[in-house]
């Protein structure tokens, strides 16, 4: 990991800067030429079509993917190549794809995990209270295998798990799929609390769309590996183009 | 000049019994060397590991008759090999003399004799049939009780032997155990063996084996005296087994204190070049290439058959381990010393002629 | 009273060797729970241990316990060296590839050390550090050598136990052994995680190579091979991946193996051990402790 | 017949081969000793392209592979024995039927053992090639002709080279055949997901024994031509280091390849015997460092063996 | 006619009771979704049907025939098939492969026609190939025939199984969460497909899935499940006004 590398002016308002990222799987280019800025304190969405790259950009940033080329500063740090455990100490967090909890350990030796990295005990006893309170439902089954929890369990698990990292950025991957509409709604308020009471970033990666579009501040449309187009989360959500390939009717 | 001759060594030099291929390899090397001083030809030695491997052995073997076309082949160590080799030799009219595989079925098949076959070593029979005698003459024996490894043709041969000769000389075999060849608890095998007290343990197997196993007996306190072939013999033994085995004794070839020049010669050889005292397989693999050796000398012209001819009128050779003749099926006629185990070494105890 | 004697020293003999499986197969299953690959090199760390004991011991006289921690540490190093050697390269290859890579360097231990240069070829004679002392409790005996075993290996087990369920480090071998990907998520580095668990892995085969040593007086470079075997075997039979999984199929393959000479014939203890592991598997195809995780 | 239009291009390579092989033998640029290694080849990849059936195309685990090519060899053994077989087509039978009965021990067996998965399986087949090595140590209680753990001599050679050409391609196309068609395609749907291959109506078991059976009908009749090649057999050449072996070949020259089993075979073979003949006298005790550092090395050139791919 | 009835299914794991008591009709050439909260044993109830668990108690008739317990491999030859909510795809094979399995496990020939290369060998491939060619062509995967499965993004895997689970010629097509991982579009495009198929191949369909665009468009009755009991049954536009349904499941703001 190299320091500090940019000091100029008005870098350090922004939280993570990609600049140029490229990424392929064999000869499948699944990233192009990504540009993408997270700012502190924001929620930040990825649309985009099955196989567009969503996931991809989100294992790059943590580090399970490497890319070659292109830059990510994350808090005037470039961490792009940097392996993913010490992206995970540096604050970022992620919530991964089919949520991927550890269901033989349980509910309690799974939030001791994402804690890992902590080694202040006040701070890791001060996030564990923060998660119970936060979903009190996983407060009842710390000590269930996690594997037992239902779908929508065990997703407030691992949002618990990523939270008990003491994320500065939490990265979502399709938190809502496979959800019942009325824990999907749940989830998504829980993210808005946390991101509002802890003033953690995020950034949502959602097939759905409509949801994404109507929790974020901004968002990002990802085709084919290549961010097509940005803005204002509103602003997207009324781009007829938009609407016609993601939103449908 | 000399002509040469090429002489092919069949030995494990890899594998589980990789030490007594080096063994022989060293002795073969010795022999070499002093016929390099006196003898008609130039040996040109082509040496092959067998890793004691049926297979490796018998590709060992057409390599050497087929692409290098040796004249005769000394080895290959253990019976398991040197069987598939004999056949090849055989039939490929190459001689062949094993220093160490005492399998009857080496030198004839189906009771058919390989011709161009010897072995300077006692046969399982022969080794197992004077243990017994020994056990029920000298020791006055009743019981016995035996312990062999089942994986290991030479052990179980000697331990078949041993129980039909005690049994018929009126003896009874209370125990009859069997053990495998990587097996070096043998707690369960000894603790059986014990509470039947038997005045005798019969134990053919190599040295390494038979330390470990004597060992174990007096650790769980059994007094019967201990008995065993010609795997016994090397230093190893008392090395490792200790007081253990001290009071043993078994059917070997030579024995040290006889003041043999012949063997001490040897001895003393192997113990500045190669740093330990030789075992009985070295001592049997040195015998074996310097009769081989001896045949080349004695015959007009280097052919097979002529060699085949020389080596099966060989008679009282002395060697390392004893007067050495070929009998008519190619076998070591030798008489069998009987050793004790000393703590300072192996002494002589009787001669028992077959 | 004459045969419940003969039972109870019977019982004593399978412990020993039970223990001694059960201290190998500690180490296996270490290493299968982290990276699903039978280690089978393990076996000969297991006689490096010895042989390094035995240079320690009859070159330089060092106390006991010294020599017990010298070549842990050795152990350990050569653990940590295969590791990242020969096995990190294929870290993202087929486990089984990975395994053919662990049977080649067994098999280059083996033939390598057994070179006249390196070590040797021949059995030798393992320096007791003490005599042999047995105890009679009137219904058995029992010597100072089984004692120490039995000791040591409850000992390590105990250790084992809690540096994988207590600490740190244990949760993150736990959480490794389930999905390497996600573990390093929750930022554990996982090169240490799995260099931890070889050299962990490696110091308790080189604990039971000293106390193989001492137990079974004579060493050999190919003496891993069948002790490898057996004990793997007995870190399935437990339930491979659980650490009180191998120690139990370490006792279970002893016992049987010492019964079976004891009743039957020690022709067919090597037999019997497989219709026992036959049973259990039909019965619990995981292990006797192994867990079945079959969602559909 | 279709058989042979479709195998044409393959028989019509073996035939060359056949042809300049003979030729090599027939002007004497080589010895016996290739043609008895070239042979011995012939059978380890029979015997490894079982196994490429069993573990490499259906997924199924087994380290006792060798316990059923020594069946072949003991039973093909015995009957030429016993028989005094001396007359090649009186041999063929006997071959078949001692590849069949190492089958139809590989069916008895693959009845309990094939519900367990992976390693667990593994050790169970090493369980079973364990017991097949006591029972074959102690054979010689059955039949003294057996010879147990002194080993069974006097075997007829009858394996030439011929024959053995002959059978081995010929169980190739077979092979061959049975790969690329319904059953070849089951067989990889069940060592992908067994589960998803029950919900497409394939009997996952009975498609696991039939792979089974017929790795190991393969192997039984490797073993038998390997009994009546070198005349003599001792069960500690059927043991689990034989086992690997075989894995070694597959694993080396690609799951799930019968181009890769052959040529990986070729090359074990070759390393064997080929350091054998490379070495100098003063260091053939380091054959056997060469070959497994070779094996490390090809595994980490080749992570997925020779013929596959690499994918990620 | 009823394609499948299900009455009574009772399955628990470990004292849980993930179905308790389930029962409900599937008329021929109808669909029935399934929907309920996570943990609810909708997917359980599938795997009931399809033999990959053991029923406890309770009955499932399919045209008539009791085919409780009956072994998974054995039901796609009576004409059930089904996909699964963590995809099951083959994924080593390429797209055609996996097609082609189902085909040729529906019509094969025999071991002695695959090693002798017998006319009917040829014939039943041919056609089998031909077939594949055609479903995959159906769901818009063509080019990708030679993809590795696992290649495909996740939505393409997804219409894959379904193309795989209608090789079989099923009379009746049992889907697990197909919507999962698609965005609103793709779902509509799957909604469509699904009506075509079932058009098509005259099928009945048992869909179980959370997205409502979805299966309320599709289904002709839903069934809504809660701690392995059904709570209602009803046509979607029932369902969707039932005060559990919404308490439980679509919760307040769905109205
Ligand atoms: N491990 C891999 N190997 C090869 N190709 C991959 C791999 N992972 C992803 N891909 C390919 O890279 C592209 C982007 O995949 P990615 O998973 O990032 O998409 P996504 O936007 O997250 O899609 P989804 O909505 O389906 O999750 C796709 O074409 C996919 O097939
Ligand atoms: N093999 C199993 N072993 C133990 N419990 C199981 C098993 N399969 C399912 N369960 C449990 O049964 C219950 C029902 O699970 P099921 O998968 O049927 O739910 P679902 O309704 O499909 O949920 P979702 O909408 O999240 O897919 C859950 O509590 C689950 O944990
Ligand atoms: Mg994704
Ligand atoms: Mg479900």
Request: charged residues 25%; hydrophobic residues 30%; positive net charge.
């Given at each position: 990991m190299r320091e500090k590398e940019q000091t100029g002016e008005?870098?350090?308002?922004?939280?993570m800067k990609i600049e140029g990222l490229s990424v392929a799987y064999g000869t499948i280019?699944?990233?192009?030429?990504v540009v993408l800025e997270v700012m502190p304190g924001e929620i930040l969405s990825v649309i985009g079509a099955n196989g567009a790259g969503k996931s991809t950009l989100l294992k790059t940033i943590t580090g399970i993917t490497k890319p070659f080329a292109g830059t990510i500063v994350f808090n005037g740090m470039a961490?792009?190549?940097?392996r993913p455990d010490k992206v995970v100490k540096l604050g970022i967090t992620i919530v991964p794809e089919g949520r991927r909890?550890?269901?033989?350990?349980t509910v309690k030796e799974n939030l001791e995990l994402g804690g890992y990295?902590?080694?202040d005990r006040a701070l890791k006893t001060e996030l564990f209270d923060l998660v119970v309170t936060t979903f009190p439902r996983i407060k009842e089954r710390?000590?269930?295998?996690?594997?037992?929890?239902s779908g929508g369990e065990q997703q407030m698990l691992a949002m618990g798990r990523a939270l008990m990292g003491n994320p500065k950025l939490l990265l979502l991957d399709?938190?809502?799929?496979?959800?019942s509409p009325i824990i999907t709604r749940e989830i998504f308020s829980l993210m808005r609390l946390i991101n509002r009471d802890r003033g953690i970033s995020m950034i949502l990666v959602e097939q759905n769309a409509h949801m994404a579009l109507e929790h974020s501040e901004r968002a990002y449309v990802l085709e084919n590996g290549r961010v097509t187009m940005n803005g204002l989360s509103r602003e997207v959500k009324s781009s007829p183009g938009i609407i016609e390939a993601y939103l449908g009717v | 000049a000399k002509d040469v001759v090429k002489i092919g060594l069949i030995t494990?030099?890899?594998?589980?019994v990789k030490t007594f291929g080096e063994s022989t390899k060293n002795a073969f090397n010795i022999a070499l060397e002093e016929y390099a001083?006196?003898?008609?030809y130039r040996i040109q030695p082509i040496i092959a590991d067998d890793r004691n491997d049926p297979t490796e052995g018998a590709n060992a073997a057409l390599k050497l008759i087929?692409?290098?076309?040796?004249?005769a082949i000394i080895g290959p160590l253990t019976s398991k090999v040197a069987i598939p080799v004999s056949e090849i030799a055989n039939s490929n009219k190459t001689p062949m003399i094993s220093?160490?595989?005492?399998?009857?079925?080496?030198?004839?098949?189906d009771g058919k004799r390989k011709p161009y076959v010897f072995r300077a070593c006692y046969t399982d029979p022969f080794q197992g049939t004077v243990g017994a005698n020994f056990a029920i003459?000298?020791?006055?024996?009743?019981t016995a009780a035996v312990l062999y490894d089942v994986g290991n043709d030479y052990s179980k041969g000697l331990a078949e032997y041993f129980k039909t000769t005690f049994t018929k000389g009126?003896?009874?075999?209370?125990a009859y155990e069997s053990y495998q060849?990587?097996?070096?608890?043998f707690s369960a095998l000894i603790t059986k063996v014990g509470i039947k007290k038997p005045e005798i343990i019969y134990i053919p197997d190599y040295y390494n084996k038979v330390a470990l196993i004597a060992k174990q007996i007096r650790e769980k306190g059994l007094k019967s005296a201990l008995i065993g072939g010609d795997?016994?013999?090397?230093?190893e033994l008392i090395k490792i087994a200790g007081n253990a085995i001290v009071g043993g004794s078994f059917t070997n070839?030579?024995?040290?204190?006889?003041?043999d020049p012949v063997a001490d010669t040897f001895i003393r050889k192997y113990k500045e070049k190669f740093g330990i005292v030789p075992d009985a397989l070295g001592a049997l693999g040195y015998d074996s290439t310097v009769i081989l050796l001896k045949a080349l000398d004695s015959v007009?012209?280097?052919t097979q058959e002529e060699i085949m001819t020389a080596l099966s009128s060989v008679?009282?050779?002395?060697g390392v381990t004893g007067t050495i003749s070929f009998d008519k099926n190619g076998d070591a006629i030798k008489s069998a010393a009987i050793l004790k185990v000393e703590k300072d070494g192996f002494k002589y105890l009787t001669t028992i002629n077959p | 009273m004459e045969l419940l004697g003969y039972i109870f020293q019977q019982c004593i003999n399978g412990l020993q060797l039970g223990a001694v499986y059960a201290l190998i197969a500690l180490g296996y299953t270490m290493v299968y729970g982290v990276?699903?690959?039978?280690?089978?090199?393990h076996g000969d760390i297991f006689m490096l241990g010895a042989f390094i004991a035995y240079y320690l011991l009859s070159r330089f006289t060092l106390p006991i316990y010294v020599v017990f921690v010298l070549t842990m540490i050795c152990t350990a190093l050569a653990g940590y060296i295969i590791e990242k050697v020969a096995y990190k390269p294929l870290r993202n290859a087929p486990k089984i590839s990975l395994l053919i890579t662990a049977v080649g360097v067994s098999l280059f231990l083996e033939y390598f050390l057994s070179l006249k240069a390196v070590f040797t070829p021949n059995y030798i004679a393992f320096p007791r550090p003490f005599e042999v002392e047995a105890f009679d409790l009137s219904l058995f005996t029992i010597t100072n050598v089984q004692l120490i075993i039995f000791s040591i290996t409850g000992v390590s087990l105990g250790l084992l136990y809690l540096l994988v369920y207590k600490t740190k480090q244990g949760t993150a071998m736990r959480a490794v052994s389930y999905d390497k990907e996600i573990a390093s998520l929750m930022g554990i580095n996982i090169d240490a995680t799995v260099s931890l668990t070889f050299i962990v892995g490696a110091s308790l085969a080189g604990v039971g190579g000293i106390l193989y040593g001492i137990a079974y007086p004579q060493i050999n470079v190919f003496m891993g091979v069948m002790p490898g075997i057996k004990s793997f075997i007995a870190a399935v039979l437990g339930g491979i991946g659980i650490i009180h999984g191998a120690v139990l199929g370490g006792f279970i393959i002893g016992l049987s193996e010492v019964f079976v000479s004891a009743f039957?014939?020690?022709?067919?203890r090597d037999g019997v051990i497989f219709v026992i592991l036959f049973l259990v598997l039909l019965l619990k195809p995981t292990g006797i402790f192994g867990k079945r995780i079959d969602k559909v | 017949m279709n058989f042979f239009w479709e195998a044409r291009k393959v028989i019509l390579l073996s035939v060359l081969i056949y042809l300049s092989v003979k030729a090599i033998f027939f002007f004497g640029y080589v010895s016996q000793y290739i043609e008895q290694i070239t042979l011995y080849a012939l059978i380890v990849i029979l015997a490894s392209l079982g196994l490429n059936v069993i573990?490499?195309?259906?997924?199924?685990?087994?380290?006792?592979h060798a316990a059923f090519y020594g069946i072949g060899a003991y039973v093909s053994a015995y009957l030429t024995k016993i028989f005094s077989i001396e007359n090649i087509f009186a041999y063929i039978p006997i071959l078949f039927i001692s590849g069949a009965a190492a089958g139809l021990i590989g069916y008895l067996i693959g009845i309990?053992?094939?519900?367990l998965r992976d390693d667990f399986l593994a050790i169970a087949t090493l369980g079973f090639g364990t017991l097949v090595r006591v029972l074959l140590d102690n054979s010689d209680k059955f039949s003294?002709?057996?010879?147990?753990?002194r080993g069974f001599v006097g075997?007829?050679?009858?394996?030439?080279f011929e024959l053995a050409f002959v059978i081995v391609i010929f169980l190739i196309l077979i092979t061959h055949n049975l790969i690329y068609s319904r059953y070849g395609l089951f067989w990889r749907c069940i060592k992908n997901d067994e589960l998803a291959s029950a919900s497409i109506g394939i009997n996952t078991f009975s498609m696991k024994l039939m792979a089974f059976t017929y790795g190991c009908f393969l192997a039984g009749i490797g073993g038998a031509l390997y009994a009546n090649l070198y005349t003599f057999l001792h069960?500690?050449?059927?043991?689990i280091l034989k086992s690997i072996d075989f894995l070694i070949i597959v694993i080396v020259g690609g799951m799930g390849s019968i181009a890769g089993t052959i040529y990986a075979g070729l090359i074990w073979v070759g390393f064997i015997e080929g350091l054998r003949i490379v070495l100098p006298a003063e260091v053939v005790d380091l054959r056997w460092v060469f070959i497994p550092l070779l094996l490390i090395a090809l595994m980490m050139w080749k992570p997925y063996g020779l013929m596959t791919k690499s994918r990620n | 006619m009823n394609a499948l009835e299900v009455e009574g299914l009772e399955k628990s794991f470990g004292g849980v009771?993930?179905?308790?008591g389930i029962s409900f009709v599937v008329e021929e050439g109808k669909t029935v979704g399934i929907i309920g909260p996570n943990g609810a044993g909708k997917t359980t109830v599938f795997n009931l049907i399809t033999g990959f668990y053991r029923v406890d108690r309770g009955r499932i008739l399919f045209y008539g025939k009791n085919i409780t317990?009956?072994?998974?491999?054995?039901l796609p030859h009576l004409g059930i098939a089904r996909t699964f909510q963590n995809l099951r795809l083959f994924?080593?094979?390429?797209v055609f492969e996996n097609v082609l399995s189902a085909i040729l496990k529906k019509d094969g020939y025999n071991v002695v026609s695959s090693v002798f290369r017998t006319a009917d060998y040829f014939m039943k491939e041919g056609k089998a190939e031909k077939k594949a060619r055609e479903l995959i062509e159906f769901f818009q995967?063509?080019?990708?025939?030679?993809?590795?499965?696992?290649?495909?993004?996740y939505g393409e895997q997804r219409r894959l199984e379904i193309a795989r689970a209608l090789a079989l010629q099923p009379k009746i097509l049992l889907v697990d969460?197909?919507?999962?991982?698609?965005n609103p579009r793709e779902v509509q495009d799957l909604l469509q497909t699904l009506r075509e198929v079932k058009e098509r191949f005259s099928l009945s369909i048992v869909i179980i899935e959370h997205q409502m665009g979805l299966v309320m468009n599709i289904s002709d009755k839903v069934v809504v499940m809660d701690f392995g009991e059904k709570i209602m049954e009803g046509t979607p536009g029932e369902v969707k006004k039932d005060k559990r349904v919404i308490e439980a499941y679509l919760g307040e703001e769905f109205i």
């Open positions: 008005g870098k350090f308002d922004m939280l280019r699944a990233l192009d030429d961490i792009h190549g940097a909890i550890f269901p033989d350990l990295p902590i080694t710390l000590k269930q295998h996690a594997g037992t929890l399709e938190p809502s799929m496979g959800l | 494990p030099l890899t594998g589980d001083k006196t003898g008609k087929t692409q290098d076309k040796v004249a220093g160490t595989a005492t399998n009857p079925k080496v030198t004839s098949t003459k000298q020791l006055k024996a009743k009126g003896g009874n075999i209370i060849k990587d097996d070096v608890d795997g016994w013999d090397s230093p070839h030579y024995s040290p204190d006889r003041k007009k012209k280097i008679k009282n050779y002395k | 990276l699903r690959l039978i280690n089978f090199a039957l014939s020690s022709t067919f | 573990y490499g195309y259906t997924g199924q685990f087994s380290l006792g309990p053992i094939l519900r003294e002709v057996f010879g147990g753990s075997i007829p050679r009858l394996t030439t069960p500690s050449n059927f043991d | 009771k993930a179905v308790d317990r009956t072994q998974p491999y054995k994924s080593n094979l390429s995967l063509s080019g990708k025939e030679n993809y590795p499965a696992n290649n495909l993004p969460e197909p919507g999962a991982g698609m």
